[in-house]
């Protein structure tokens, strides 16, 4: 590790350098000659001294610089030597400082004890002794000098105490962040081998049923066997990338909820119809037991039948071939509870608290990606409900109840059946433009298996003037394409003179919130996202009629 600057060695030189210079003396006298007697016997120490002749000039000095060492006469006009004292005293600065008396007049007792007491540390009496002054002061400037080296050597201790923690902290921050890189990046791996597995699976058997339908006569039974295996796991395909991309709008805000009044039944019917195939499949008895009351719940209906669904997903997965699972819903207060169980593998106590978190699976036996659970948590918190999971652990199933505030019914909030969407459409000239063929041939055969009259263009340019040119009813318009994208064939559309009355809707493969509206910008009335479920292309199709 590269060692930090502030851990670089200091050397003796520069240590004793940073010893603050308070070897000064400060002698303070109101006779000259004595301070120049005393300034003689104390000249071959090396000391710089500072001359006061009051005690208020003392006091000032004390002020503007340290001392080691204050050499004091007692009787000073004015203020006098043991009232300096005191106040040198009293000052925190100079608490400490050693003091010196000097005095002309006899030895008193009690004058002594007096100076004693104001902290001096020695009583000289005039007329001085050159050596005897010098070699006190000499004791007193280096112990002075020997406290402030201690003192120094503390505080850098301090410092160095300091700094080694700090190199602690910063170990210890570098190391839990590794550790945290390498548990993220374990978890990624890990994520990333299940969602290949679970990709691969049903890629597999289309990538197969593809060939088998070059091989098949048309007339061959297996040919229904091999359409309906491919549409279930194209499903399965959608509904992992729909799931990943619901975790991520969530996980970065942008996602919303549209709040309206649903019927629970409606959203229960559809949740079930979706997760008929993996119901058959696995031969589970699902039951469906709604209340003898018709409940309305203020939500969002697709979200809520996701919710829903992600349920049953889930406890027709973890429940062993020809289980049970059971779906009910009932009022419970001013909320409407829903509840999914099974008789499945269960859940373990541990697992229970966390198996609503990203990627968490009870078993990997179950398929999936450990998502489902996540969304329904974040989508029930969207709508200002609660879910709650409960197992006796395993072998004994689980259930899970989901409660969601009611609303008032609303007759003209009720979604219209498919069925009654496509018998309400009537048949349409529509304009296709997409430059991916697949698309563009299947969606076009869709269209015209609903009885509509569908042209379609391999780029936005042709589209565009094929749009200005037929003026149909409907136009339905890829966004990601080269050249002229979806974006300019919607204003070029909206441009031209009759323009205004045809119908836009866009249909691509991005479906964040900032891209619906930038398609709403450009003059879109619609925006769907790949792959466009049929009910839902019939849904923009109605809205024309």
Known sequence: MRPLESETAISPQRERAAIPPSADILVVDDNKPNLAAIEVAL???????????????????????????????????????????????????????????????????????????????????????????????????????????????????????????????AIERERWKADTARRENRQKDEFLAVLAHELRNPLSPIVTGIQLLETYGKDNAGVCRVRGMMDRQARHLMRLIDDLLDVARISSGKINVEI??????????????????????KRHTLTVTPPDEALTVAADPVRLTQIIANLLNNAARYTDEG???????????????????????????????????????????????????????????????????????????????????????????????????AAACAPLNIVLVEDETDIRDSIQALLE??????????????????????????????????????????????????????????????????????ALQAGFDQHLTKPARPEELQQALVANN
Do not use: C
């Open 323 to 421: 289980g049970k699972v059971q779906l009910t819903w009932m009022r419970d207060g001013d909320e409407a509870l829903i509840r999914v169980s099974d008789n499945g593998q269960g859940i373990s106590p541990a697992m229970l608290e966390r198996i609503f978190e990203q990627f968490v699976q009870e078993d990997s036996r179950g398929r999936g990606l450990g998502l489902g659970l996540a969304l329904v948590q974040r989508l029930v918190a969207m709508h200002g409900g609660r879910v709650r999971a409960a197992s006796d652990g395993h072998g004994h199933g689980s259930e899970f109840s989901v409660w969601i505030p009611l609303a008032e019914p609303a007759e003209d909030d009720v979604p219209l059946p498919a069925a009654t969407v």
């Open 260 to 281: 309206g009044r649903v019927a629970v039944a409606e959203a229960a019917g559809q949740a079930a119809d979706s997760v008929a195939d993996m119901i058959a499949e």
């Open 43 to 169: 000249g071959d120490m090396g000391r710089r001294l500072v001359k006061a002749e009051s005690g208020q000039a003392a006091l000032r000095e004390l002020l503007t610089r340290d001392f080691a060492l204050i050499i004091l006469d007692v009787q000073m006009p004015g203020m006098d030597g043991f009232e300096t004292a005191r106040l040198i005293r009293n000052r925190k600065r100079t608490r400490h400082v050693p003091i010196i008396f000097v005095t002309a007049y006899t030895r008193n007792d009690a004058e002594i004890f007096k100076g004693y007491r104001l902290g001096a540390v020695d009583f000289m009496f005039k007329p001085i002794v050159p050596e005897v002054l010098r070699a006190k002061a000499r004791v007193f400037v280096e112990l002075q000098e020997r406290t402030a080296e201690v003192q120094h050597q503390a505080q850098r201790l301090r410092e160095l105490e300091r700094r080694e923690s700090l190199r602690q902290i």
């Open 449 to 518: 298996d609903w009885g509509h009259h569908v042209e379609t263009a391999a780029d936005g340019s042709d589209g565009a003037m094929l749009i200005a040119r037929r003026k149909p009813d409907v136009a339905i318009v890829d966004i990601a394409m080269p050249g002229l994208d979806g974006y300019a064939v919607a204003r070029q559309v909206r441009g031209h003179p009759g323009g205004e009355g045809i119908r836009l809707i866009a249909m691509t493969g991005f479906g964040r919130d900032n891209d619906r509206r930038r």
